[in-house]
């Protein structure tokens, strides 16, 4: 019994020496390949996350989903920022011709833009006086003379800048009995407008209105033949004045009573008022252009009556 515990002891002995000298070797065997040694691993990822396997060939590979926390949220009161805007090319340069001598705007190739008629003064519109047949003036002044009316013949008035009267004539009485004042230069197609309106609805109104006042016995008028664009204004269209269309009513005097001035009646409920408005609205029967106190500013004072000609008859009353 005791040598066999001898020899027991005697064997871990020569293994213990055994293993005391033995060596392992420098470099170990080297694991095979996994097939997605391509890619790397991070080595801060843990080692418990797991490895997609590729994708079948022919299929595409899900794309990585981004991260919620990279994704930056603009705030409620800040847009997006909108794309870029693609760089444009740059214009080229303009070709400089030689210096313009002075008192020169514009190249020779371009000359300065003509302003419209609502822009020139009198001088810059170059008009000429529009002439007047022998036979239609003597037809017209035939008429005045059969309606009573008083007048003359004057000389041939040219003021230039197109302002001035071919057959101009001189009216004292628009109709008989009733004086003009002052007495009006104007053409004879104008005059005959007005005898027309005074005899056939002047009068009448003022004997159905206004019968108290008596017979109307002259006519005030404010403008008749005038050199000026239109209101008087420094620039604009040439005013019918300057051509001896246009005749300006300022008021009517009757031989009993004061006189009836044109003013702003729209809201005059007297029978003056409803005269007014009934010879103004008439006015539109023989003239081409109305305007009264209320049209504007420029006639609060007075009735304007022209006979300027209008494509298709077209008249402005108002």
């Known amino acids: 019994m005791r040598l066999r515990k001898l020899s027991i002891l005697a064997i871990l002995l020569a293994a213990t020496a055994f293993l005391a000298g033995a060596r392992l070797p420098q470099q170990g065997p080297l694991p095979e390949p996994r097939p997605d040694a391509g890619q790397a691993a991070s080595p801060t990822s843990p080692a418990s996350e797991k490895t997609e396997p590729p994708a079948p060939e022919g299929v595409p590979a899900p794309q990585p989903k981004p991260d919620a926390k990279d994704q930056e949220t603009p705030a409620p009161d800040q847009p997006s920022a909108p794309p870029a805007e693609p760089a444009k090319p740059e214009p080229a340069e303009p070709v400089q011709g030689p210096p313009l001598p002075p008192g020169h705007l514009e190249s ?19 008009l000429t006086i529009e002439p007047e047949s022998d036979a239609e003036h003597a037809e017209c002044t035939a008429a005045l003379k059969a309606l009573g009316v008083v007048f003359k013949e004057a000389p041939r008035i040219d003021d230039g800048n197109g302002c001035g ?14 004086t003009l004042k002052p007495e009006a230069t104007i053409r004879c197609p104008a005059a005959l407008a007005l005898a027309r309106w005074m005899k056939e609805s002047v009068i009448p109104a003022a004997s159905a209105a206004l019968p108290e006042q008596g017979r109307l016995t002259s006519v005030n008028q404010a403008t008749s033949y005038m050199c000026r664009l239109r209101n008087g204004a420094e620039t604009g ?6 051509r001896g ?6 008021s009517f005097h009757f031989e009993k009573g004061e006189d009836v001035a044109v003013r702003s009646r729209r809201e005059d409920s007297t029978l003056t008022g409803a005269f007014q408005r009934t010879v103004s609205a008439a006015g539109c029967l023989y003239f081409t252009t109305v305007l ?8 609060e004072t007075h009735f304007h009556l022209d006979i300027i000609e209008r494509k298709g008859g077209y008249r402005y009353c108002h």
């Open 108 to 126: 020779p190739q371009m000359p300065p833009a003509e302003k419209p008629p609502g822009e020139q003064t009198l001088e810059e519109q170059h």
């Open 165 to 178: 009267i071919d057959k101009p004539i001189i009216v004292s009485e628009a109709l008989p009995g009733i």
């Open 237 to 242: 269209k040439i005013s019918e004045h300057a």
């Open 245 to 250: 269309n246009a005749i300006d009513i300022a």
């Open 292 to 299: 009264d106190p209320e049209s504007d500013a420029a006639h």
